[in-house]
């Protein structure tokens, strides 16, 4: 199907094009010379630019099906104008075995929406002991191997285990987070917990274990991505490990650059995140770091959490918050509190991702994958039960207006989601 | 309407009961304007009991409706309520419901041989069927306004008319 | 959620969930009304009818006998009817979530709830649910707050030392994990106490407390020093052979209060302990049973606080 889309203002945050013009696509990808279209998609007053990728989203698929399923988190995530997404090995059972790292990839092939890039145990049931078999995974599919968020407290295991992974060139996508400080806690160890007398994490949880994999990084020369900064101590460590030109790499949820502590109010369960909602200073210091690229890209983090599972005392809530559909309004939001250019803004969820993931699309040029979006970066977009596609209608954001809609998602160069 | 001045109907009061007065005898005024009436009473009808004082703010019957109003303080009986002919004093007679309440919380202390109602005003509108063996003035107040007994700062006593509750 | 989940839209209060965020007006109140009851508690028929009518429901999630107990005394003694359910042993350990619990009560037509939780914030999502003339008043809810035990000291210093605005106070223990501490902290810093201070080691004193507006001592007789009142906070038998704490023994010779170090307070000072005590542990026994003490009375106010608040809140609908 040859699609014309036409009149839009392109933004490519790789290249740094933006201008209007027409784009054509083809065969699954972008074409470089003008062709007889047919279909046209009207971008006027829109933009075009990459579809989003998203390094962190849970499809809840395999074990956890009453919370969601593959079919209603892919409609989430192309009406999000997210055309691939990294899913994180904690499903049950965790993607140890290739068989069920095969099985995912072919449902989600088979639905048609957005491109699912497993992201493989690096230890077998994510225990922490044994090593996963990282070879076998990766020809299944897998692009990165991870504990999600379950750390290594054997320092030895986690050596061994990025000692293989550097063998073979695998990147390792690990969260920060000190196992023993961590384990009692359920909100930022500060001011608002001892308010609230929540037990809490404090903020060195992140920067010990930080420091302590930035030593085997520089030990074994494995290529690590670290997930979900949370603290601006953070922040300054990977400035300078970049600085040193280790081979790492850093994301942070898109929650994180928007809320702090304040924000758990009177126990609002929707702000019952891992890693948790810190302080203002931290968040301020995340946005920053995104901003001047310390913070490689932003993710959903997507976890949807059914209602009973959050109408809970705040330590007895599930953790997370539905994110697919938000990436985009609460990225814009970001760029625009930063006075970014638009380019800037989306680079951080399209071709930065991409260079992390290590794939082609994220990016407008002529033979790159026609994974793209329309959208209205000004259109209104009310946070509700109602309006959000997903099956997790949990989200700090419920009941808020956002800028920034879809108007059409295409997938391979077919047209997947369309309003 | 003409209020009369309270100061003279004080004495007025005072010589109606103290013919009646017997040794036993204890009064017991209801904050705030009867404890007001009753601190000067007490002294002119020479009781030998202490005076008691009584807020009834655990035994009205619009708690319902109003919640706590207003900051309610400690009752107060110095002596045995058991067998004791007493003299209950408020500021003004209107439906009869705060006498009401006090007989309530009296009868919780103790079971008194009798119990003689004095008011400053009787403006009549009662609600329930309750009266005053002594009255220092009958008054007729238009209905909405309210007719409470003041105390400057000199310790002198006025009624007065509010309009609107 | 930006209005006070504790007051109507009146300004005044339905629910009692934490001190915190309570105006002072709101405070003077409560403590003003406690004290004709006081009184009640004082006089032979102990009991008036103000409640008459009304339902009290104590619901328990965490066991206590004493604080049950009182609330109950209390509500009796307001005529109230009174139904105690401990729900630790029943519906709760079948499954049954706390939200269907509250549902379930509701539908009984109580008009106050009384809560004790084990998880902080319990009577907040508890408060969201329950009808409009329902009123929930916390009991304690994990290591949040305990706020009729932090009105009920209030009450107590105010007794005997009648103005706060002259007041050094301190708070010697485990503030990390007491919910106690943390209520009678608010109450003393909206009541405008000066100087209030918490004594203990770094491992029982919670991040950021200074932020409550506290000075914070690990010297303890540094932080005596010229004291009107010293509130002893009672030390769990779990937290002393953990990480936190080596031995009661250790805790007494560094934070224990024998006489020698109450003489560094000022000669009149109060000594408070919301109970139950661990003699020789938190408190030397000349001093719990001493003349400073306070904490047999500091009881008997308690159900003249409790009083306060429920018919405070039952009559705001």
Sequence with gaps: MKILLKGGRIVDPASGRDEVGDLFVADGKILGAKEKPDRTIDAKGLVVAPGLIDLSARLREPGDEYKATLASELDAAVAGGVTSLACPPDTHPPLDEPGLVDMLRRRAKALARARVYPVGALTVKLAGERLAEMSVLADAGCVAFSQANLPIADTQVLWRALQYAATFGYPVWLRAEDKWLSREGVAHDGEMATRLGLAGIPGFTETIALGTVLQLVRATGARVHFCRLSTAAAVEMIRAAKKEKLPVSCDVGIHYVHLSELDLGYYNTQCRLDPPLRTQRDRDALAAGLADGTVDCAVSDHAPVDEDRKQLPFAEAEVGATGLELLLPLALKWGEARKLPLAKTLARVTSDPARVLGVHSGRIEPGAPADLIVFDPKAPFQVTPESLKSQGKNSPFLGYELAGRVRATLVDGLVVYEQ | MKLPDAEQLLPKLAAELKPLVKPGTAMIGLYTGGAWLAERLHPMLGLEQPLGLMDIAFYRDDYSKQGLKHDPKRTKIPFDVEGRDLLLVDDVLYTGRTVRAAMNELFDYGRPRSIALVVLADRGGRQLPIEAQHAGAKLDVPEGSRLRLKRAADGRLSLEIESGR | ?317
Excluded at chain 3, 77 to 100: F, Q
Excluded at chain 3, 104 to 114: C, E, G, K, P
Excluded at chain 3, 184 to 193: D, E, P
């Design chain 3, 1 to 317: 959620m930006a209005a006070n989940p504790q007051l109507n839209a009146h300004g005044e209060l339905q629910h009692l969930l934490s001190i915190e965020g309570l105006p002072r007006e709101i405070l003077t109140q409560i403590l003003d009304t406690a004290e004709p009851f006081a009184g009640v508690t004082e006089r032979e028929v102990k009991k008036v009818p103000l409640l008459r009518g009304k339902s009290v429901f104590n619901v328990f999630f965490e066991n206590s006998t004493r604080t049950r107990t009182t609330f109950e005394i209390a509500a009796k003694r307001l005529s109230a009817d009174v139904i105690n359910l401990n729900v630790a042993v029943s519906s709760t350990s079948k499954g049954e979530s706390l939200i269907d619990t509250v549902y379930n009560l509701s539908a009984m037509h109580a008009d106050i709830f009384v809560i004790r939780h084990g998880s902080s914030g319990a009577p907040y999502l508890i408060a969201r649910h329950v009808k409009p003339h329902e009123h929930v008043i916390n009991a304690g809810d994990g290591r949040h707050a305990h706020p009729t035990q932090g009105l009920l000291d209030l009450y107590t210093i105010r007794h005997y030392k009648k103005d706060f605005a002259r007041l050094t106070v301190a708070i010697v223990g485990d503030v990390l994990h007491s919910r106690v501490a943390r209520s009678l902290i608010h109450g003393l810093t909206t009541l405008g106490a000066p100087e209030v201070r918490v004594i203990g080691p770094q491992t029982l004193l919670p991040a950021g407390v200074e932020a409550l507006g506290v000075r914070v001592f690990h010297d303890m007789r540094a932080g005596l020093k010229d004291c009107d009142v010293i509130v002893m906070l009672r030390v769990q038998n779990e937290r002393m052979n953990g990480a936190l704490l080596p031995s009661a023994q250790e805790f007494f010779k560094s934070y224990g209060l024998t006489a020698e170090k109450l003489a560094l307070a000022r000669p009149d000072a109060i000594v408070m302990h919301p109970g139950p005590m661990n003699r020789g542990v938190e408190i030397d026994s000349s001093v719990a049973d001493g003349p400073h003490s306070v904490i047999l009375p500091q009881v008997t106010y308690g159900i003249a606080v409790r009083m306060a608040v429920m018919s405070i809140v039952a009559g705001n609908n």
